[in-house]
């Protein structure tokens, strides 16, 4: 990972859903799905993408791939924004991104085999000649780990764990610089996740891939992230370095999630953070600090919850490798 090589830049971006009532499907209100998300994603590097359901996670992954249009902000892909960009030249830049989905059943062709799903992406972007695609559809299987016997075989022939070994397989056939891996293990047994997550990381080292890896299992993004961003309600509330940020937790809701994370020794116990109510509805966000009607710091203190209600937290600087958008942390640092 080169800090001085950023593939991907997200700036102020802002994704939000009309909502449509009566007879004429008036706009009533948004629902603010993504609001005001700004980070950069460096060439070969891991960034874990952890929230809540619901806190915007894939909606991010989507607006960067321009599967989802922005209302507001900019993706920068290798320095071209691709707001800008018109369709021919959008349709060069997919062959350099990519995704893993999180159902890997129903995002395959079920009446496709798995040779004529590899051999279309090739045929696509011409990635090989076409009397090398079946000879390419066969490096691909092994790759992966699957025989190559298997081209032949349909998507329901397979186990969930086969089926996105063949996923990560598509991605990787057009030879791309970033893959999006949008809750990639998160419906696989705990063993099988281990073989896909090593199988990444692997293909990472061998292919110089970027991943952004969004989930919520943190014990995952623990293992396979080296820098983590935390989200809630559509907002980035912490990013740091991975070790950083699961050693010296600052924000309050990045501690009550890491405190929900098992704690495989008996001998410790670990303190559990439960946080009161309900998240509040992303059509009608909190004012100031949308974590503050939950957050259990605020609670303890009438004067920083003055300050939460009131003012909406910015990301500040720990230091270069950690930003954080609390008003307790930033009173600590100035």
Do not use: W
Not at 3 to 22: A, D, H, Q, S
Not at 133 to 162: C, N, T
Not at 299 to 304: D, Y
């Amino acid at each position: 990972m080169s800090k001085n090589n950023i593939l991907v830049e997200v700036k102020n971006l802002k994704k939000y859903f009309p909502i449509r009532t009566g007879f004429l499907s008036k706009v009533t209100g948004h629902v603010k799905a993504v609001d005001d998300v700004s980070f950069k994603l460096y060439q070969g590097e891991t960034m874990g993408l952890v929230g809540e359901s619901g806190c915007g996670k894939t909606t991010v992954g989507r607006l960067i791939l321009k599967l989802l249009a922005a209302t507001e902000g900019n993706v920068y892909f290798q320095g071209m924004d691709l707001s800008k960009t018109d369709k021919p030249t959008m349709r060069k830049l997919r062959r350099d991104m990519q995704i893993i989905f999180q159902d890997p059943y129903s995002s395959l062709n079920p009446r496709m085999t798995v040779g004529n799903m590899l051999s279309e992406a090739l045929k696509v972007h011409k990635v090989v000649p076409k009397d090398k695609i079946q000879k390419e559809v066969a490096r691909l299987l092994d790759i992966v780990g699957l025989p190559r016997e298997h081209a032949s075989r349909y998507p329901h022939e397979f186990s969930g764990g086969q089926r996105q070994r063949i996923g990560i397989a598509r991605a990787i056939s057009v030879r791309p610089k970033l893959i999006i891996c949008d809750e990639a293990v998160s419906a696989l047994d705990v063993s099988i996740q281990a073989q896909v997550i090593n199988l990444l990381k692997e293909l990472q080292k061998e292919f110089n891939l970027t991943y952004l890896f969004i989930a919520h299992d943190l014990t995952v993004v623990e293992y396979i992230s080296d820098r983590v961003a935390v989200m809630y309600l559509g907002k980035i509330m912490e990013i740091a370095d991975a070790r950083e940020l699961y050693k010296n937790t600052l924000h309050p809701y990045s501690e009550a999630l890491l405190s929900a994370v098992p704690i495989p020794d008996p001998t410790k116990v670990s303190k559990r953070i439960i946080l009161k109510g309900d998240i509040p509805s992303p059509s009608n966000p909190p004012s100031g600090c949308s974590f503050h009607p939950r957050c259990h710091v605020a609670a303890k203190n009438e004067e920083i919850m003055q300050e939460c209600t009131a003012d909406e937290p910015v990301l500040m600087e720990k230091s270069e490798e950690h930003q954080v958008a609390c008003h307790q942390v930033e009173s600590k640092l100035n």
